[in-house]
């Protein structure tokens, strides 16, 4: 699939539920939270139909998220349903690492192959400020036994807010000696109508690099096809690498090859374009495959040039992170 921006698309994110066993403060609220039931949400045996279909429009890579993937039910099964499909070359799956050590056998032998886990922190006291849990320490056992089976290579993707964590970056850049790990720093983004403010605790890539470079020799790493929009470096010959997500201050939407697919069965072209596409409907009315590729193919073609958020913030989406998917 190209789309008017002559972008090529083959990349779908999928989030698979709404739920999540941590309330991060700038994704969920403490309470009041309305989970989606289960008939509200793709089944199974659609999300596979779906991407089948999708790999008939191009899509060859498969990323999971929810929510936290990890709760719902049965996701071994949906793996390899999902690693049969001929033309889909990668799974991988991103979650919060809190039951990934009990869980990380089956996954891998499913077929997934590889993991991103979210962590903010390296302080236990600061993780359960953060999250609102105290799973500090299972996070840190579920990216070990990752590594460990080679559900590799490992991305830790860490949302760096000023005056939160922002004195931690060289406490994460130091577990890229001790652990083959590759840390993600990503800037803060703006989700729904939670009492976080954007504005305030955003801290720009180029900051965190003048930070680093003060101190350490930043080594850029050449990127390669399908290696996603993070610019990355080495730190000292490190075993792993960091890299920066700037998806506010600098944007990458002009090589964006994704698409989204939230867990009520919403088709999205944007993570910041409130414009859906209803394939559970389409599905639930019986719609033959000519239909679910047409459109698959007017999503894609519907896919805004850039997004606007950092022109115009306070800008934001409708929904928060948790119902899109991370």
Known sequence: MIDCYNRKIDYLRISITDRCNLRCRYCMPEEGITERSHSEILSYEQIVRI?????????????????????????????????????????????NGVVLSAMADDLKAAGLNRINVSLDTLNPARFNLITRRNNFYEVIKGIEKAISIGLTPVKINTVLMKDINDDEIFDFIDLTTKMPVHIRFIEFMPFGNLPFQQQIHFISSNEIKQKISSRLKMSEIKKTQGSGPAETFSVNNAKGT???????????????????????????????????????????????????????????????DRHRIGEILPATTSLDMYQIGG
């Open 51 to 95: 991407v089948h279909i999708a790999s008939q429009c191009g899509i060859r890579k498969v990323r999971l998220t929810g929510g936290e993937p990890l709760v719902r039910k049965n996701i071994c099964k949906l793996i390899s349903s999902i690693t049969s499909i001929p033309k889909i070359n990668e799974v991988s799956l991103t979650t």
């Open 242 to 304: 960091i890299g920066f997500i700037s998806a506010i201050s600098n944007h990458f939407c002009s090589d964006c090859n994704r698409i989204r697919l939230t867990a009520n069965g919403k088709l999205r072209s944007c993570l910041f374009s409130n414009g859906e596409t209803n394939l559970k409907l389409a599905l639930e009315n019986n719609a033959n495959d000519k239909v679910l590729i047409n459109l698959f193919r007017r999503a894609v073609l519907n896919k805004p």
